[in-house]
């Protein structure tokens, strides 16, 4: 398989559930991003792991907690989520450099999860 | 902060019909430019990119400059397919970050018609 891939494409949870979304990327690269695609609004960047690293939390409410086991999988834990999280979740890797100055790397999208909160 | 703003939408077209999405954007330094392209049920693709000004990135027939002096880089497309329908984003990464950081547009969806 190859690019990046999410799992699953759809969920539907309550708002008492605990649920996790998965994003496995096949393209070698060592960042990996989680961004929030709601309608009519521009996509927000929620988390970014850099060679493993947390390295940006955009304010993210604790109800969204990410995981980053290796730099080919990302994961998404959600709990207690409310109606207005419903959205689509998109994955995405780059290849960026290790130094404090690099040149910009394009980012590699997933198909994304649908997710609806009842 | 850094911010992209993309002309509002829907854009509808005939096949055939020439194509302008305008974008202008605000950030300090010296941005790299994207336009991404999401097609129904998918993820985002990167469909072109300019990384300095005067820059033309290029694909599939698209086109965007690199405007420093505008703060632009608008879409332009000369000849429509109904398989362009899509939604359309322009994005940039600040110059000087150690990793790619996206700050997109609200996207535009193109409509195109046989």
């Known amino acids: 398989e190859t690019g990046v891939t999410q799992t699953p494409r759809h969920l539907v949870m309550g708002m008492t559930n605990k649920k996790s979304l998965k994003c496995e990327q096949h393209?070698?690269?060592?960042?990996m991003y989680w961004y929030k695609q709601s309608a009519k609004k521009p996509l927000e960047l929620m988390f970014v792991?850099?060679?493993?690293?947390?390295?940006e939390n955009n304010s993210v409410p604790s109800r969204f907690s990410p995981e980053c086991p290796n730099s080919s999988h990302l994961f998404l834990h959600l709990h207690t989520l409310q109606p207005e999280d419903s959205a689509l979740y998109l994955c995405?890797?780059?290849?960026?450099?290790?130094?404090?100055?690099?040149?910009?790397?394009?980012?590699?999208f997933g198909p994304g999860t649908r997710l609806t909160v009842t | 902060g850094d911010s992209v703003t993309q002309m509002e939408g829907p854009v509808t077209l005939s096949e055939e019909a020439f194509l302008t999405i305008n974008c202008t954007y605000t950030?300090?330094?010296?941005?790299?430019l994207f336009w991404y392209v999401q097609y129904p049920g998918e993820g985002l693709q990167l469909l072109l990119k300019?990384?300095?000004?005067?820059d033309k990135g290029s694909n599939k027939g698209f086109e965007a400059t690199y405007r420093k002096e505008t703060t632009s880089f608008h879409l332009e497309k000369g000849s429509v397919q109904v398989s362009d329908s899509a939604v359309y984003f322009c994005?940039?990464?600040?110059?000087?970050?150690?990793?790619?950081?996206?700050?997109f547009g609200q996207g535009t969806i193109l409509t195109v018609h046989p």
């Open positions: 994005a940039l990464t600040p110059g000087g970050t150690s990793y790619g950081k996206l700050t």
């Open positions: 792991y850099n060679f493993k690293e947390q390295t």
């Open positions: 393209l070698g690269h060592n960042a």
């Open positions: 950030a300090t330094g010296y941005p790299s």
């Open positions: 995405a890797s780059s290849q960026v450099s290790s130094g404090t100055l690099s040149s910009p790397y394009e980012q590699y």
């Open positions: 300019a990384t300095k000004a005067d």
